[in-house]
């Protein structure tokens, strides 16, 4: 693409060959040979699916019978399905509350693993561990630690007084047994917001040190502004993958039946791969996938634009 | 330089191209490779032994045969949708079955049951009719599951029970299970006596004990909401109400999947009574979890006020399909063929300790020797042995009615209104399906 920078002070499409020179020209077949496996693969893994799935979704979809059109029999259907409710209820609880929860810990961690303290390092690699162990695994050790009878967790909590939940069979306590879990394993959003917090200027928390801030100061009006796009990426990257959660809730209610208990951690992809892949209906999960597909996107949308009121780039 | 770099890169690409072409045609005139037969199955404890079985076939024709066990279920349906199913697909149930065929995923097996030469008065009925849609034959069952009462005898003498003497009726059972559950000085419970879903619902078994099911006989009609059904919830429900339903999960939550271990609650002493299948008594289970285990296994009772209920069990379990992509439809029927012989059934599921389902298999001796296991082989013997009967819309409802048992059982919710709605909700989906 240098090719097309070259050519002209401003992009130009199409390009004009006649006017470029042989160089130009074989620097542009160049970069478009580089770019031809990436283009390739989203055409072929992203964009054709995409669009098959679009097709599937106004239709009855077998596998190896022709399609039978509905128009949008699926999407009316949905909006009737108690279940679709209470899957995207449930995928709200998990975005709403997990992810600013998640998020809060995940920077409270970065602050104290960003503290000149001997050691640093070793305790920066023990939060990150947890994040490279495989999700599955991670939840299946979760589910001993959430065991009611051996589980750790209850154990702390009785020797401190309380009376541990049912956290695996009790409805009200089983999503927030998975926002634990997902703490956990937040290794990657801590690095992340350690990398913003070691691009906060000094010159400024030591001026405002000069002029007598204390540390919750400091934080409150320079820490946290400066990190505020890292927050704001943690913040759309997290509320995406929230969307989609999946993989913890199968394992999690896996050997009870998805959805385990009452119906309290069947989230919305959970009930789309249970349409999909157990119900065969492909048609009804494609357009559950459109949905979600929307919901992301609008959300992203406003969280750019109120971003803006609570986003500071520097420069 | 770029310019060369280009040429280079696209002479690299037309020859790689032209390789592979001549690969193409070298391929193509040799010899065509030995066939290969592809066996999935959806189980698999022991894979090593299944494809020693199955090389039998390939020392009698000298066909291979590739099993593939324990297969993922996820891989299954990409599997049957796409263009390189395998030739035999063996599933753990029949649930799936009429879905697929719905689907046009599996083959009606009328055909290869004349061409392979199977001969179905050698099958058990009760397994037999789970395949059955119409005069349609869906799959084969090869091997199957029963369930019956699984007592543990030290708790029954604990308890001031007679160790070698069962409950004779639903209600006895109730009785016996209020002796035999315990609470700590803490208050919380100890042991369990009874537990109607452990390890997994078996709520089929209750229902036709009251004397139906959720379906008719000819699986045409929903009867969700019918007496039988009302009174298995209700019956199931005494059993976490009666002891606090929450402390009854907190304890039963917390055994985790110990099924394959010798921390299972029937042998650590948790849990007194409770319904489990004939591979429990074979060798793979509790005689190499707990070999030292000293329980007792009866058919499950019947209603104190329906005597003649008494040895109604269900069978359910493993079927064998020919997915509708199989290239060799021929060669898949003689591999199925071969696998329901009387000779293939006796040794694969003596060995496994699961029920056959060939009655002439069922003569070998390694199938009553074993007086526990005789007790499940009686029961297949049984007049009252039912089948389980499916639908397309199967699992669909099983996980709607899924959430109703755990409402019910687990939450104490009165089961009328529910099981109502659920009629109301299942009813046209299950017409719609079957038109």
């Known amino acids: 693409m240098q090719g097309l920078r070259m050519s002209e002070s401003k992009w130009v499409w199409p390009p004009k060959f006649p006017k470029w020179g042989y160089r130009k020209r074989a620097n542009f077949r160049t970069g478009m040979l580089f770019l031809l496996p990436w283009t390739i ?19 009855i ?38 992810v600013p929860l998640t998020l809060l810990v995940s920077f409270l961690c970065a602050v104290l693993l960003n503290l000149k303290v001997s050691g640093q390092s070793i305790y920066r690699v023990i939060y990150f561990l947890p994040s ?30 309380i009376d541990g939940p ?77 969307f989609q959660y999946f993989t913890q809730a199968y394992v999690f209610s896996g050997f009870q039946g998805l959805g385990y208990p009452l119906n309290s951690t069947l989230f919305y992809s959970v009930y789309l791969y249970q349409n999909g892949f157990l119900y065969l209906k492909m048609g009804y999960a494609s357009a559950m996938a459109w949905i979600l597909f929307i919901i992301i996107l609008i959300c992203t949308l406003l969280l750019l634009k109120v971003s803006a009121r609570f986003t500071y780039y520097a420069g | 330089m770029k310019n060369k770099l280009f040429k280079i890169f696209a002479l690299f690409a037309m020859a ?72 035999v697909l063996v599933l753990s149930g029949g649930d799936l079955v009429k879905s697929y065929y719905r689907e046009g995923l599996v083959d009606d ?38 369930y019956a009462l699984f007592w543990n005898k030290d708790m029954f003498e604990a308890a001031g029970l007679d160790p070698n003497t069962p409950p004779k009726t639903m209600e006895e059972l109730a009785e016996f299970a209020d ?116 329980y007792g296994v009866a058919p499950f009772p019947p209603p104190a006020d329906h005597p003649e209920r008494a040895n109604t069990a269900v069978v359910q379990g493993t079927v064998a399909v020919i997915p509708a992509g199989a290239k060799d439809k021929d060669a898949s029927a003689k591999l199925l063929a071969w696998m329901m012989s009387p000779e293939i059934v006796a040794e694969e599921f003596c060995f496994n300790a699961n029920l056959p389902t060939s009655k002439k298999a069922a003569e070998d001796p390694c199938f009553t020797e074993n007086e526990k296991f005789k007790v499940f082989m009686d029961l297949m013997a049984s007049p009252n042995a039912k089948h389980i009967i499916t639908t397309p819309i199967s699992l ?32 046209p989906k299950l017409e719609e399906a079957l038109k």
């Open chain 1, 41 to 59: 693969g989203f055409l072929v893994f992203t964009l054709y699916p995409m669009v098959t799935s679009l097709i599937y979704s106004f239709s």
């Open chain 1, 61 to 98: 979809y077998h596998s190896r019978q022709p399609l039978e059109w509905v128009g949008l029999q699926n999407y009316a259907d949905l909006l009737k399905d108690d279940l679709f409710w209470q899957s995207l209820s449930n995928t709200v609880y998990i975005v709403g509350i997990g």
């Open chain 1, 132 to 161: 490279i162990v495989p999700t599955v695994a991670s939840t299946i050790l979760w589910l001993w630690i959430l065991n009611p009878q051996v589980g750790i967790l209850n154990s702390i909590l009785e020797s401190i007084g």
């Open chain 1, 166 to 242: 049912n956290w695996m069979s009790n409805p009200a306590w089983s999503k927030p047994g998975l926002i634990l879990l997902g703490m956990w394993g937040t290794g990657g959003t801590i690095v992340i917001y350690l990398s913003g917090l070691q691009d906060v200027p000094t010159t400024l928390l030591e001026a405002a040190e000069i002029d007598g801030a204390n540390w919750w100061q400091r934080l409150w009006h320079i820490t946290i502004p400066m990190v505020s796009p890292i927050t704001l990426f943690n913040l759309i990257t997290g509320v995406i993958a929230a």
């Open chain 2, 16 to 87: 790689s191209m032209l390789l592979a072409a001549c690969g193409g045609q070298v391929a193509a005139t040799q010899a065509p490779e030995a066939k290969v037969l592809r066996v999935w199955i959806q189980w698999g404890d022991n894979p090593q032994q299944i494809q020693t079985l199955f090389d039998k076939y390939t020392a009698e024709t000298g066909i291979k045969v590739e099993v593939t066990a324990p297969v993922e279920d996820d891989k299954i349906l990409p599997a049957m949708t796409g263009s390189e199913p395998p030739d």
């Open chain 2, 109 to 146: 097996l009328s055909g290869a049951i004349q061409s392979g030469g199977i001969d179905l008065t050698d099958f058990f009925d009760a397994p037999l009719q789970q395949c059955k849609q119409g005069d349609k034959i869906l799959c084969l069952p090869w091997g199957t599951d029963m």
């Open chain 2, 179 to 294: 002796k035999l559950t315990v609470r700590g000085a803490d208050g919380n419970l100890e042991q369990i006596g009874f537990l109607p879903d452990q390890g997994w619902d078996h709520s089929e078994l209750y229902v036709r004990m009251f004397g139906g099911f959720w379906y008719s006989d000819d699986g045409t009609q929903l009867t969700a909401n019918s007496q039988p059904m009302i009174d298995s919830l209700t019956w199931q429900q005494q059993f976490y109400t009666n002891y606090n339903a929450d402390d009854v999960m907190a304890l039963s939550s917390g055994w985790g999947d110990a099924y394959m271990s010798a921390d299972y609650p029937f042998y650590t002493g948790k849990m007194a009574m409770y319904v489990d299948g004939e591979w429990m008594t074979g060798p793979n289970f509790i005689s190499a979890f707990k070999p030292e285990a000293s």
């Open chain 2, 396 to 427: 669909e409802f099983n996980d709607a009615y899924g959430l109703v048992f755990e409402q019910v059982v687990h939450t104490g919710a009165d089961p009328k209104p529910l099981l109502d709605e659920l009629q109301a909700e299942f009813a």
